[in-house]
């Protein structure tokens, strides 16, 4: 038995994103485990939850810059990904999103000529 199937999870609720929380699932049953979720929580206070004891947790790189005195931020081995997609009204006219849209299509192009 892997040793994270014996340590209480926190994790957010699935219906808070369910791609993302479906991830983290299937990343627990390639690794023989399904993790006991013992407290859920918004996924900005996650790692709040998890320096004052409650758990621990599987999360996004994002939170990195989230430091919390107590807890302790590993990347897992392998490095797993996961997308990450840009939703927009279809017909919102707005510079500032247009603009935005543009970039985010410029860094798409750059990541995937670096392979």
Known sequence: MPL???EPFVGFPRSRGPAFFDFIMRLCADAGFTPRIAHEAPQLDIVSLVAAGFGVAIVSESVRSL??????LVPIVGSPRTELLVAWRADDRSPVVRDFVELVRRLRALWRRRG
Not at 67 to 72: H, K, L, N, S, W
């Open 4 to 6: 994270l199937a014996r």
């Open 67 to 72: 430091r919390r005195e107590g807890a302790v």
